[in-house]
């Protein structure tokens, strides 16, 4: 399985926000450190922000921060927040005893119960 940037910019950002220690911090800050493009950083901070793994501080002393411990991030919840996890449609198949899509979500659950026992502190 491959992860999204979506994802993998939403997991450098926790990163970042988590090393910061509390202090907030801008999405030009994050974008300028992971040459990453702030317009597509801000969709991910809208994201991380309505699922409240963050906070956001409006004004001229505003910025990011995180709104859990890392110990309290589950990559595995994250990862199904930020991604769209259906991998195939199977709706137009043609053949009914395909059992195509029960390996599909076999691995698929094989690939989250790794990250379901994985938090932010332990990728730091």
Same mark, same amino acid.
Request: no cysteine.
């Given at each position: 399985m491959k992860l999204?940037?979506?994802t993998d910019y939403s997991l450098r950002?926790? #990163?970042? !926000?988590?090393e910061a220690k509390g202090r907030l911090v801008t999405i030009?800050?994050?974008a300028t450190h992971y040459?990453?493009?702030?317009p597509h950083l801000k969709k991910v901070v809208t994201s991380l922000s309505s699922h409240k793994y963050?906070?956001?501080v409006r004004g001229k002393h505003g910025g #990011?921060? !995180?709104n859990k411990e890392p110990e309290e991030i589950n990559l595995g919840e994250l990862i199904r927040h930020?991604?769209?996890l259906k991998l195939i449609d199977c709706t137009a198949c043609a053949v009914p005893s395909c059992k195509l899509p029960m390996a599909i979500n076999e691995g698929l659950r094989a690939f989250l119960t790794v990250f379901d026992r994985?938090?932010?502190?332990?990728i730091l």
């Open positions: 999204s940037q979506f950002l926790l #990163i970042y !926000l988590s030009s800050e994050i040459d990453i493009s702030a963050i906070r956001t #990011i921060a !995180l930020q991604e769209n994985k938090t932010l502190r332990d």
